[in-house]
Nanobody, 124 residues
Framework: QVQLVESGGGLVQAGGSLRLSCTASGRTFSSYVMGWFRQAPGKEREFVAAIIRSGSSTYNPDSVKGRFTISRDLAKNTMYLQMNSLKPEDTAVYYC?????????????????WGQGTEVTVSS
């Protein structure tokens, strides 16, 4: 059984930074694709970033635009999302997810396990 637990959300002013963490149990990060999604109030959940088996990463350019960095610590089985230059439109619940697929999955239905989410609020 896979469990994903996010942490690190909170309230921050525009222009500030936050680092989200996602710790996994039951699976080893290096064997799977891990991703971050977010869901703003009244909007659909959207892909933010993913880190694939090789350690390479991919981002949703529309939502990230060079401000976010995804990384992982295999020894801790933990994934991170460093978010800089935060904007009010980044306000959302952020979810980490694990995919059993090969390649670079970016769709919600391509991910098999989800965390409970951590809330990020960016004030203007």
């Amino acid at each position: 059984q896979v469990q994903l637990v996010e942490s690190g959300g909170g309230l921050v002013q525009a222009g500030g930074s936050l680092r989200l963490s996602c710790t996994a149990s039951g699976r080893t990060f290096s064997s799977y694709v891990m991703g971050w999604f977010r869901q703003a109030p009244g909007k659909e959940r959207e892909f933010v970033a993913a880190i694939i088996r090789s350690g390479s990463s991919t981002y949703n350019p529309d939502s990230v635009k060079g401000r976010f960095t995804i990384s992982r610590d295999l020894a801790k089985n933990t994934m991170y999302l460093q978010m800089n230059s935060l904007k009010p439109e980044d306000t959302a619940v952020y979810y980490c997810a694990l995919s059993l697929l090969l390649g670079v999955p970016v769709r919600i239905n391509e991910y098999d396990y989800w965390g409970q989410g951590t809330e990020v609020t960016v004030s203007s």
